[in-house]
């Protein structure tokens, strides 16, 4: 079945840096559009940012363009998101995101921005 773990969130002061890791099994990982999204308390969630199955093209929300970036494994099945210049606001948990036929999610690892 489709799996989708994230890791690597942590308590980080506004200004520094963090990858997330998003291993992917049980689809062909290579085949699809990948997504990051982030929900913060009390809020809906949100996209942060795609990038498509060759990992030639990606997009971002406006509120993290420019600080965050996204790439990807096909030969590992790895999905990543750098994110420099973290903002308190950048708090959430953040979600690794495969569509076909269906939604799925992982079960989210959480970023906290705090000094």
């Known amino acids: 079945q489709v799996q989708l773990v994230e890791s690597g969130g942590a308590l980080v002061q506004p200004g520094g840096s963090l990858q997330l890791s998003c291993l992917a099994s049980?689809?062909?990982?290579?085949?699809?559009?990948m997504y990051w999204y982030r929900q913060a308390p009390g809020k809906g969630r949100d996209m942060v940012a795609s990038i498509t199955s060759s990992g030639s093209s990606t997009n971002y929300g406006r509120s993290v363009k420019d600080r965050f970036t996204i790439s990807r494994d096909n030969t590992k099945n790895m999905l990543y998101l750098q994110m420099n210049m973290l903002k308190p606001e950048d708090t959430a948990v953040y979600y690794c995101?495969?569509?076909?036929?269906?939604?799925?999610w992982g079960q989210g690892t959480q970023v906290t921005v705090s000094s």
């Open positions: 049980g689809f062909s990982f290579r085949s699809y559009t």
């Open positions: 995101n495969v569509w076909f036929e269906k939604d799925y």
